[in-house]
């Protein structure tokens, strides 16, 4: 079979409402841009219908359609590692199936990379999310690009285009936890952006937490970066030399002035700070000794109930 020039890449966790609205849009915008492509859609062990909907559009389309289903739901960055190890194109675009990010778009996408450029994420030109996740968004943007140095100006949009020698190199990663477009950055030679349309999710709803997103931070801080570890220990140091600067004074102060037992909450306060340095310090070893313990294990990343593909 000859190889597509394009395979989409889309991971589906309950979207069973609005799948078909995305099949309508999906395919004739794939169909105008005159290219041979394939859909590999990833059923991240949806509880609704959405694998039962899936197989029958692979039925309705089965010469551009593969699906692969998971046996659980290991989550969407391993849903798009699969999907990146049984794609055949030449390019590669992720896109989510809540049409947040147009299908459309993706043309614009590949003319991004005619110019030159082996990965493309795009930047959403008017977002149609919640305060809270505009605020969270930026703050988490701004904290991830002095940690790791890896300049993502929207993190959070998933519609991205990657050439094939990126996805070969992602897929010869063999890390249990990952984030995928900061990845797919440490290996890119020309990276660039593009501004795409931003919809609010017309069916179902968002699978993204404000706990979620900054649990997504933590991997991508602890996965590419030791550098928090090493602010740490600068605290640490820093927060010592004051401690000690502090024991000084009081011992001045009590041969010159005496005892002092107004200063007991003061010193109340120093303590619980303290404590609470040294809590947040040991949570965050504790991050990078988690993936250390989760690589170490060597399960699966993800298991596959079945792929519906033609050719197989």
């Not at 509880?47 to 010469?63: G, H, K, N, T, V």
């Not at 991830?144 to 190199?169: F, H, P, V």
């Not at 303290?274 to 399960?299: K, P, S, W």
Request: net charge neutral.
């Amino acid at each position: 079979m000859s190889i597509p020039q394009l395979s989409v890449v889309i991971p589906v966790y309950n979207e069973e409402e609005g799948l078909p609205t995305l099949f309508g849009r999906l395919y004739p915008a794939l169909d105008k841009l005159g290219i041979k492509y394939e859909v590999v859609f990833i059923n991240d062990g949806s509880r609704d219908s959405s694998a039962a909907i899936l197989r029958e559009q692979f039925q309705l389309r089965p010469d551009v359609t593969r699906v692969i289903l998971f046996n659980g739901n290991f989550g969407q960055h391993m849903a798009i590692m699969a999907g990146f190890e049984h794609t055949r194109g030449q390019r590669v675009v992720t896109l989510d199936a809540d049409l947040q990010n147009p299908p459309e778009e993706i043309a614009t996408l590949l003319a991004k990379m005619d110019e030159g450029f082996d990965y493309v994420g795009s930047i959403r030109k008017k977002r149609s999310d919640s305060w809270w996740r505009h605020i969270a968004s930026r703050a988490m943007n701004g904290l991830r690009e002095r940690i790791t140095r890896i300049k993502m100006t929207d993190q959070g949009c998933m519609l991205r285009a990657y050439d094939r020698n990126i996805i070969d190199a992602i897929n010869g990663c063999k890390e249990v936890n990952t984030f995928v477009p900061a990845l797919a950055y440490t290996f890119a030679r020309n990276p660039g952006e593009v501004v795409v349309e931003h919809e609010e999710r017309a069916q179902g709803e968002s699978k993204y937490s404000l706990y979620s997103l900054i649990r997504l931070n933590f991997d991508l801080m602890t996965g590419f970066s030791v550098i928090p570890l090493q602010w740490f220990s600068m605290a640490g140091i820093a927060i010592s030399l004051l401690s000690a600067f502090f024991v000084v004074f009081l011992l001045v102060r009590r041969l010159i002035i005496g005892p002092e037992a107004e200063g007991l909450f003061t010193l109340f306060a120093i303590a619980f700070f303290l404590i609470g340095i040294t809590l947040f310090g040991i949570g965050l070893l504790g991050e990078y000794i988690g993936r250390i313990y989760q690589q170490v294990r060597h399960r699966p990343r993800y298991l596959i109930q079945a792929v519906l593909d033609k050719t197989e």
